[in-house]
């Protein structure tokens, strides 16, 4: 059996969540979190929620053992797009892309 959690539009672009989401890929629960509790950047702390956030669906929905789960697939999908304009010389505008991302982890007993 595997359990889900979604974070939609979390305010981090895909590209550097992606980074965050390979460290942690494949390895056991436990490790995963220590892993993302220890890297010094934003998307490893929204990662962390989310793998917590399923952890907890696992344990209290499924009532799957927490020691036994292992994060069978976790992945970062784009979101929507803010956009915003700078101004620039000229009366012109430079565009500004803000970013934002769904974070999906999926765990499974092992």
Same mark, same amino acid.
């Given at each position: 059996?595997?359990?889900?959690? #979604?974070?939609?539009?979390?305010? /981090? ?16 629960? $436990? ?22 956030? $399923? ?7 499924h ?6 789960l292992? #994060? ?21 505008? *430079?565009? #500004?892309?803000?970013?934002?991302? *769904?974070?999906?982890? /999926?765990?499974?007993?092992?």
């Amino acid at each position: 059996m595997e359990v889900k959690a #979604i974070a939609k539009t979390v305010r /981090v672009p895909a590209r550097k969540a992606r980074i965050v989401l390979d460290l942690v890929r494949g390895k056991n629960v $436990a490790e995963a979190a220590a892993i993302l509790k220890f890297k010094p950047n934003y998307a490893a702390e929204v990662c962390g929620k989310v793998l917590k956030s $399923a952890v907890s669906n696992a344990v209290n929905n499924h009532q799957l053992t927490e020691e036994k789960l292992y #994060i069978k697939a976790c992945y970062a999908d784009e979101s929507v797009t803010m956009k915003r304009f700078k101004p620039a010389a000229k009366g012109s505008a *430079h565009p #500004i892309m803000k970013r934002t991302s *769904h974070i999906t982890f /999926v765990v499974a007993e092992r």
